[in-house]
C-alpha cells in the first residue's frame, strides 16, 4: 500500500505562470511533509517543509498548503523559471518515526521558456 | 554545508557478484539511511542506521545489508547481484531530531548485468 501518492507524472507549464504539484497520503501518523527536488544526476535536495500544525508555509516562490482532513497538500512555484525544472518529490514522516521517511514517486516538472 | 559523498557514480557488476557501496558524511549526524530511486516507484528505503553498529530495516531489504563501523560511513552489500537491483542508490543522513529533512549524496548508478 503506498502511503504517500503523486498522481501526475509529469508537469510542463510555461515560464512565468504557476505551477502547482499535488500529494496525496493515507497515513494519518504522518505529521511533517517536504518537498524535494532532483535534477539528473544529482542527489535530492530539499526544497521546503510544513508541520501539520500549520496549513500553509511560504518561501520566496514556493508555497506549500496543507489540507489535513483531505489528507492533501500542494506545492505551488509562483512565478515559474526555467530552472524549476526537475523531479519534484513529497515526503512524509511522523514524529514517532525519527524521521523515517516515505517518498511518493515524483512529478517531473518541465518550464518551457 | 553538510556533504553526503557516495564513492562511485557509476558501477557496471555481474550477476552473482559481491557488491559494495559506500557513503561517508562529514558534519557527525546521527542518522544515515539507504534508498533506492527507480522510475515510477519513488524512493524506497532499503536500510537505516540511528547510531554506530546499529541497523534496522527499510521497506525493501531482502537482498541488501549494512555495515557501520563508524559513525561517518555507511555502506550498503548486495551479497548477490541480481538484474533487478539494478537502479540508482542514494544515500541520506540527518542529525538525529525526528522529522529533520535529509541530506543526500549524488547517487550511484549501478547495473548488474
Known amino acids: 500500500d503506498q502511503q504517500v501518492k503523486q498522481n501526475s507524472p509529469s508537469l510542463s507549464v510555461q515560464e512565468g505562470r504557476i505551477s502547482i504539484l499535488n500529494c496525496d497520503y493515507t497515513?494519518?501518523?504522518?505529521?511533517?511533509f517536504l518537498w524535494y527536488k532532483k535534477y539528473p544526476a544529482e542527489g535530492p535536495t530539499f526544497l521546503i517543509s510544513i508541520s501539520s500544525i500549520k496549513d500553509k508555509n511560504e518561501d520566496g516562490r514556493f508555497t506549500v498548503f496543507l489540507n489535513k482532513s483531505a489528507k492533501h497538500l500542494s506545492l505551488h512555484i509562483v512565478p515559474s523559471q526555467p530552472g524549476d525544472s526537475a523531479v519534484y518529490f513529497c515526503?512524509?514522516?511522523?514524529?514517532?518515526?525519527?524521521?523515517?521517511?516515505?517518498f511518493g514517486d515524483g512529478t517531473t516538472l518541465t518550464v518551457k521558456p | 554545508d553538510v556533504k553526503v559523498t557516495q564513492s562511485s557514480r557509476y558501477l557496471v557488476k555481474r550477476t552473482g557478484e559481491k557488491v559494495f557501496l559506500e557513503c561517508v558524511q562529514d558534519?557527525?549526524?546521527?542518522?544515515m539511511f539507504w534508498y533506492r530511486q527507480d522510475p515510477g516507484l519513488g524512493l524506497r528505503l532499503i536500510y537505516f542506521?540511528?547510531?554506530?553498529?546499529?541497523?534496522e530495516k527499510g521497506d525493501i531489504p531482502e537482498g541488501y545489508s549494512v555495515s557501520r563501523e563508524k559513525k561517518e560511513r555507511f555502506s550498503l552489500i548486495l551479497e548477490s547481484a541480481s538484474t533487478n537491483q539494478t537502479s540508482m542508490y542514494l544515500c541520506?543522513?540527518?542529525?538525529?531530531?525526528?522529522?529533520?529533512?535529509?541530506?543526500f549524496g549524488s547517487g550511484t548508478q549501478l547495473s548488474v548485468l
Open positions: 541520506a543522513s540527518t542529525q538525529g531530531a525526528p522529522n529533520e529533512k535529509l541530506f
Open positions: 497515513n494519518s501518523m504522518f505529521d511533517y
Open positions: 515526503a512524509a514522516s511522523a514524529y514517532t518515526n525519527a524521521g523515517k521517511s516515505t
Open positions: 542506521s540511528y547510531d554506530v553498529k546499529m541497523k
Open positions: 558534519m557527525d549526524h546521527e542518522n
